[in-house]
Every structure is written in C-alpha cells, then in structure tokens.
C-alpha cells in the first residue's frame, strides 16, 4: 500500500486496497472538497467504474458544487452506466484509446469479438449523448 488514500478503486484484481477509502470515508471527502471550495474534480484511476460506490461519489461531489469529469477505460460505460452517471452529476467521461482498433484491444487485452476499442466507443457514443457539461467558469 502506498498512503494514497486513492479514491480511484485502481486494482488488477477488483479488491480495494489496503489504503483504499471506504465510502463512507470517500463521501466525507466530498464533503470537505465542497466545504473547501474546490471546484473541480476528475474521477480516475486505474479505473473509477471498478468501485461499486463511484455513482453515491459522484452525486455527493455534484451536490457539494464541484463539477465532476471522469477518465474511464470505457469498457464499462454502456447506455444505462452512462445514464447512471449523468443523473449522479458527471459533466463530462474522457476515455483512453490507445490507437487503432488492433492495437488498442492488443494493448488493454481485450480480444475480439468483444473488443476494447469498440466497447470503448460505443461508451464514448452513450456518455456523449448523456453528459453535459455545467461548467461556467
């Protein structure tokens, strides 16, 4: 464990950390972020969309006034995740490609047919159509 206090749910295996926040350690968070004036926060990781909670994180954030943006993997952010997430607050999902279709699913392990790069742009389509930003500078 590294001290982190990584609220980014980051593990090969899917098991939060030693150092990991709970959740209810992540909301307090969220709530001295808000209370602290922070006005922008990006969920990321490893990959945010592992934690179980990272839609309560979200929503606290986004009550709390913070805009809330997300980098993903996109392997998990289909139609109903990105519903999920835009009604939990999340202006706005960047996600990672590493290059052309073979060579991204080469790169992420992720073999046809199912596929990385387009299980990626397809989350990229639905979080498009979902997300918007609220952010006025």
Known sequence: PDGSGDLSGYSSAGI?????????????????????????????????????DMELIARRLAEAGVLVDMISNGLALGKEQARRLAAAGVASVTLSVDGPAAIHDELRGVPPPRGGFITAVGGMDDAERRTTSRWEG
């Open 16 to 52: 939060a950390r030693e150092c990991e926040l709970g959740t209810d350690e992540a909301l307090a968070l969220c709530d001295d972020l808000g209370h602290l004036g922070v006005r922008q926060v990006t969920l990321s990781g490893g990959e945010p969309l592992l934690r179980a």
